[in-house]
């Protein structure tokens, strides 16, 4: 008998060993593929739905932006505020919309040419503060420099930050600025009503302006 013969059984032992590991390194190489792509599967539709969903919220906020943007020229360009910024009848408009719209903004006041409020509503009281200058406002000098819409920065005043978007008024028949309409809208209670607050295991909303400086961080769904 060969020695090849003899050695037949232990050939065939390491060739069955030789196929187990081979079939159980090709199954878990084949696994690991699998589960690799099962998980790129998933972070991509997670992203795709986060995409959306981001993109259904900017869109809102957007278009509540429009409405108080919309609103502020109406008001600027109204009759009573085109007659001054002091008649009872402009007063009680500005009333008037600052209840329409006061599920998103904070406050709808009016500054005269010389940056003095004449009418204001608010949260905290209205007509507070009348008579107040407000002069040394960036965003009051800008709109009265630029003659356009200015939508500030932002304003931090006890743990409360604001934003301010104002309109300056116009006079139709001179052409020279008589003051403006603004409104201010806190950011927290804003980006609130898109979604929820407080729950560490939601994810989160962090919105900047077109400076790409941290504007207000929230919890959104």
């Given at each position: 008998?060969?020695?090849?013969?003899?050695?037949?059984?232990?050939?065939?032992?390491?060739?069955?060993?030789?196929?187990?590991?081979?079939?159980?390194?090709?199954?878990?190489?084949?696994?690991?593929?699998?589960?690799?792509?099962?998980?790129?599967?998933?972070?991509?539709?997670?992203?795709?739905?986060?995409?959306?969903?981001?993109?259904?919220?900017?869109?809102?906020?957007?278009?509540?932006?429009?409405?108080?943007?919309?609103?502020?020229?109406?008001?600027?360009?109204?009759l009573y505020l085109q007659q001054g910024t002091y008649s009872d009848n402009a007063k009680k408009m500005v009333g008037e919309k600052y209840a329409q719209f006061k599920g998103?903004?904070?406050?709808?006041?009016?500054?005269?040419?010389?940056?003095?409020?004449?009418?204001?509503?608010?949260?905290?009281?209205?007509?507070?503060?009348?008579?107040?200058?407000?002069?040394?406002?960036?965003?009051?000098?800008?709109?009265?420099?630029?003659?356009?819409?200015?939508?500030s920065d932002g304003f931090d005043r006890q743990d409360t930050y604001t934003i301010f978007m104002s309109y300056p008024i116009i006079s139709r028949e001179t052409g020279q600025y008589m003051g403006l309409i603004a409104t201010s809208i806190p950011s927290v209670p804003f980006f609130s009503q898109y979604g929820s607050r407080g729950d560490i295991n939601t994810q989160f909303l962090v919105a900047y302006n077109n400076a790409s400086k941290w504007f207000e961080q929230d919890i959104c769904r």
């Open positions: 008998m060969s020695i090849f013969s003899k050695r037949i059984p232990e050939i065939g032992i390491i060739s069955i060993i030789l196929i187990i590991l081979f079939s159980f390194g090709l199954l878990v190489y084949i696994q690991n593929i699998t589960e690799h792509d099962i998980k790129e599967n998933l972070f991509l539709q997670h992203q795709q739905r986060q995409i959306i969903s981001t993109q259904a919220i900017s869109m809102h906020i957007g278009s509540d932006m429009n409405l108080v943007v919309s609103m502020l020229d109406g008001l600027a360009n109204s998103i903004i904070d406050g709808l006041f009016v500054l005269d040419k010389n940056n003095i409020l004449t009418i204001s509503y608010s949260k905290s009281g209205s007509q507070s503060n009348l008579g107040a200058d407000y002069s040394f406002r960036g965003w009051v000098e800008n709109t009265r420099l630029t003659l356009k819409p200015v939508f």
